[in-house]
């Protein structure tokens, strides 16, 4: 299985045990290519992943080094995308609040509607979207890309969401969107406080519909 | 200019034209390629990427669809990192003081006297790297790859983060450096508030020798 994902997977094994050491310059792509006997496409994609999520990062001239050691565990779920949710986006929404433009809150605002009705619909496919298109709002405005990044990497999946919303219960449904109505509630009126209690309570209102202690 | 990194632009920019929506499927590689004017192998490389920093997701056997959209803003200078460090660190340490095995607190305790010797030598390459190696081995033991992904992407490149050190005054360096003990000392303590309080410090000292408001 000498398949891009493979070989990212391998790549990142390999910082793990110590291969190569934070700062480090990795070897040229191909004798590293030989060495992993892959293709040096393959390779290339691999590597291009890694830039990507900020492990290694490329220097024009210079070659790859080590930016960041991968995390020890791989798992990429839902509970713990909820989990760097809760606590990565209460702060960020509260420093945006007060910071948004009114072209940005109206497109806030606009999701909210959608939202409403997609709940009331039933099509929680559409719910989530709704959702995930409010913190995608968000995130685009604050004019920092590594924000904007640091954000996005804690983004639940849109179809894990949509199933973990159809198996919850309407009141715990409704409980959620009124959280996301409070949060952009906290943000219109440039209140931090609210802002962050509002998030925090509904990244809490999804891991409880996981079955988390919250 | 049909470079990967250039591509990625590209992308990016149709992203923010809306020539893609959030949760649409992207065109097949051969099609988009040819319409970008790029090899496949470049244009995979460009996905790839942004595949890996949340922009993008490819799922098996149906294709690439947008995950997020990426920020208006794409300057990843150290001012962005430093202020989206302030932000997303404190919480991020404040929610792992008290988690931390004894292995990784005494791998933490070990960065401490390497960057007071780096200090002492006025060696300014070597005491940004400590520096980064502390958070670095702290976001590898978070076990939550996607909390580590977020605050890997607020750390300053290391430089750049050695040349601000280098234009610092002693004073500020040692300032700078006492954030960072204090901060050690929370986790060990695992007193959330006083971690997330030399956090701040820490990033806000940063922002201060870049002659930014703190």
């Known amino acids: 299985m000498n398949t891009p994902a493979n070989t990212e997977r391998r790549l990142e094994q390999a910082l793990l045990r110590g291969k190569w050491t934070l700062f480090e310059r990795l070897p040229a792509e191909r004798p590293l ?11 290339r994609t691999a590597l291009h992943t890694l830039v990507g999520r900020g492990i290694l990062e490329t220097r024009r001239g ?9 995390c020890r565990a791989d798992s990429t779920g839902l509970a713990d995308s909820l ?8 702060p960020l929404l509260s420093a945006m609040a007060g910071t948004l433009p009114p072209s940005v809150m109206l497109a806030l605002e606009r999701h909210l509607p959608s ?3 997609a709940l009331h619909a039933g099509d929680m496919r559409l719910f989530a979207q709704n959702h995930l298109r409010f913190f995608s709002t968000l995130l685009q405005a604050t004019g920092n890309a590594r ?7 804690t983004l639940p999946d849109a179809h894990a969401l949509a199933r973990l919303l159809q198996e919850s219960s309407h009141v715990r449904l409704e ?3 009124k959280h996301l109505a409070r949060t952009l509630h906290g943000l219109r009126h440039a209140d931090a406080q609210a802002t962050t209690a509002a ?7 999804l891991l409880q519909c996981m079955g988390e202690e919250a």
Chains 1, 2 share one sequence.
């Open 175 to 177: 409980e959620f969107f």
């Open 83 to 90: 989990r760097a949710f809760r606590i990565v986006m209460p």
């Open 147 to 153: 924000l904007a990044q640091a954000g996005a990497a």
């Open 115 to 117: 939202a409403g009705m």
């Open 33 to 43: 290519a030989e060495e992993l006997g892959v293709s040096r496409a393959t390779l």
């Open 199 to 205: 998030a925090t309570a509904y990244a809490s209102c």
């Open 62 to 70: 210079s070659g790859t080094f080590v930016r960041a050691l991968p």
